[in-house]
T-cell receptor
Framework: SQTIHQWPATLVQPVGSPLSLECTVE??????LYWYRQAAGRGLQLLFY??????ISSEVPQNLSASRPQDRQFILSSKKLLLSDSGFYLC???????????FGQGTRLTVV | GNSVTQMEGPVTLSEEAFLTINCTYT??????LFWYVQYPGEGLQLLLK?????DKGSNKGFEATYRKETTSFHLEKGSVQVSDSAVYFC???????????FGTGTRLKVLA
């Protein structure tokens, strides 16, 4: 069966420090992969999606970047975090046309 | 562009009350529609889905019908429980865009 792993679960980072969040999917091939951010009291904002290795589409210009070095690995990064980067980050995957997306358990990032 | 609009919360109900959370969408083409639920500190879980007009998705006593004429996918439950307290997200996915579009979420609180 397919599973998605996202880590770490919580992270506290100082302003200006780098960031690396990792997401891996098991049990499927060539999934579409997504990074979402959920700010406190707000909805889900699509940050990046990828339809294949090395293919990244950015939805919101900001100081975050994403990479997909392997088929089932999706990494969210930043060189210098801002206070406004605090939030709950969710990775998701899907395959097929009309199927649902499956979400990881999320990473709560607090920038101090 | 595509969008999803859902009623703002929070919604506070007594146990066994009837629940409706409104959701409307705009999309080019014919999207698949989804309701996700998020319990505190967790990722999103699929609650139900519908992939074409007049389809009814149902799960755990929740129902939603894909209404093309009103571009709506309202979530209903006849008798809510305290354990239904969570944030509910409506979402659309249009084949070819690769993107899930989420509403802002509606927080439901059920009181015993």
């Amino acid at each position: 069966s397919q599973t998605i792993h996202q880590w770490p679960a919580t992270l506290v980072q100082p302003v200006g420090s780098p960031l690396s969040l990792e997401c891996t999917v098991e049990g499927t091939s060539n999934p579409n992969l997504y990074w979402y951010r959920q700010a406190a009291g707000r909805g889900l904002q699509l940050l990046f999606y990828s339809v294949g290795i090395g293919q990244i589409s950015s939805e919101v210009p900001q100081n975050l970047s994403a990479s997909r070095p392997q088929d089932r690995q999706f990494i969210l990064s930043s060189k210098k975090l801002l206070l406004s980067d605090s939030g709950f980050y969710l990775c998701a995957w899907k395959i097929g046309k009309n199927t649902e997306a499956f979400f990881g358990q999320g990473t709560r990032l607090t920038v101090v | 562009g595509n969008s999803v609009t859902q009623m703002e919360g929070p919604v506070t109900l007594s146990e066994e009350a009837f629940l409706t959370i409104n959701c409307t969408y705009t999309a080019t083409g014919y999207p698949s529609l989804f309701w996700y639920v998020q319990y505190p500190g967790e990722g999103l879980q699929l609650l139900l889905k519908a992939t074409k007009a007049d389809d009814k998705g149902s799960n755990k006593g929740f129902e939603a019908t894909y209404r093309k004429e009103t571009t709506s996918f309202h979530l209903e439950k006849g008798s809510v429980q305290v354990s239904d307290s969570a944030v509910y997200f409506c979402a659309s996915f249009t084949s070819g865009t690769y993107k899930y579009i989420f509403g802002t979420g509606t927080r439901l609180k059920v009181l015993a």
